[in-house]
């Protein structure tokens, strides 16, 4: 449950940050903290442990809204991926094993 929290207050600031909306998890610690570690995860490897771009992802902290306009458009990215990117469907990038969609 912890791991799924995480997941969702990372998505959270990344859409606060881009301007994408609010999300009800907004302050909360708990859920920023267990968002860390499923991005550590299950993205870092890609996007970077900062989340500044790690080489085949881009930056997340500045990322034009390119693809995610939404939370919603955001899971459906980290859900499916992007086709004809380096963007991969979620659990299968080999690192880590994939979120719930609670995680998400």
């Given amino acids: ?5 995480w997941v969702v207050g990372f998505v959270f600031l990344l859409c606060v940050a881009n301007g994408l909306g609010q999300n009800p998890l ?3 610690p ?3 903290k267990a968002g860390e570690y499923e991005f550590r995860i299950n993205c870092a490897l890609c996007h970077g442990l900062g989340a500044h771009g790690g080489g085949r992802g881009p930056d997340v ?3 034009q809204k390119r693809h ?3 939370d919603s458009d955001m899971f459906q990215i980290i859900s499916n991926g ?3 990117t380096a963007m991969p469907a979620n659990g299968t990038n080999g690192q880590g094993v994939g979120m719930t969609d609670e995680e998400i």
């Fill in 1 to 5: 449950m912890a791991g799924q929290m």
């Fill in 26 to 28: 907004a302050g909360d």
């Fill in 30 to 32: 708990k859920a920023a």
């Fill in 61 to 63: 902290t500045r990322a």
């Fill in 68 to 70: 995610a306009h939404s």
């Fill in 82 to 84: 992007i086709p004809g």
